[in-house]
């Protein structure tokens, strides 16, 4: 069944580094754009970056320029967050998923995508 997995999560320092992996099965993952969306405690959700199909395109929010990159191994069906200078307001937990049709920027519901991972909790703090 189509199943993306989300790891590397967990408890860092502020300006410390974390990488996130989401290993994607089940479906022909090469065509897929995919996306990186976080939600904070008691907040909704928040895009965070998309990367298209081969990888030669990304999109970042504002709020993540220049901290984070997203990158993507299709050989090995999985995506990346490399997450550096990391801040107390990226605490969250981050879900990757994946879309068939290019949406930028992405939508912020769980329905609009066409798979769904369980997510992984960063928390940043001294």
């Known amino acids: 069944q189509v199943q993306l997995v989300e790891s590397g999560g967990g408890l860092v320092q502020p300006g410390g580094s974390l990488r996130l992996s989401c290993a994607a099965s089940?479906?022909?993952?090469?065509?897929?754009?995919m996306y990186w969306v976080r939600q904070a405690p008691g907040k909704g959700l928040e895009w965070v970056s998309v990367i298209n199909t081969g990888g030669g395109s990304t999109y970042y929010a504002d709020f993540v320029k220049g901290r984070f990159t997203v990158s993507r191994d299709n050989a090995k069906n999985t995506m990346y967050l490399q997450m550096n200078s990391l801040k107390p307001e990226d605490t969250a937990v981050y879900y990757c998923a994946a879309r068939v049709r290019r949406r930028v920027p992405p939508p912020l519901a769980k329905n609009e995508y066409d798979a769904w991972g369980q997510g992984t909790q960063v928390t940043v703090s001294s």
């Open positions: 089940g479906f022909t993952f090469s065509t897929y754009w």
